[in-house]
């Protein structure tokens, strides 16, 4: 074999461990990159749970007024036999 072969031969397997340590490297990007994703829609989506109960108490807090201030409404009116004195 001539000097030429034995130096292709012995590139070859250090060409192809640095191409696997290559793509070892990538794949864990790509996992940490993917944790990072992944927490970040985490985050997104306790954040959006987060606003549709704040939404909910206000809504809720919303009709309790409504229905406070309507029966005050009721309770004021004149001629009405709830009240004693209006009659």
């Known amino acids: 074999m001539d000097q030429h072969g034995r130096s292709l031969r012995l590139a070859v397997p250090g060409e192809r461990q640095r191409s696997y340590e290559h793509i070892a490297r990538a794949?864990?990007?790509?996992?940490?990159?993917?944790?990072?994703?992944?927490?970040?829609?985490?985050?997104?989506?306790?954040?959006?749970?987060?606003d549709v109960r704040e939404q909910k108490a206000v809504d809720q807090e919303?009709?309790?007024?409504?229905?406070?201030?309507?029966?005050?409404?009721?309770?004021?009116?004149?001629?009405?036999?709830?009240r004693p004195d209006q009659g």
């Open 62 to 82: 919303v009709a309790a007024s409504a229905r406070q201030a309507d029966g005050r409404r009721r309770s004021s009116r004149p001629g009405d036999a709830s």
């Open 27 to 50: 794949q864990t990007l790509i996992a940490s990159s993917k944790a990072r994703l992944d927490r970040s829609e985490a985050r997104l989506r306790r954040a959006d749970a987060r």
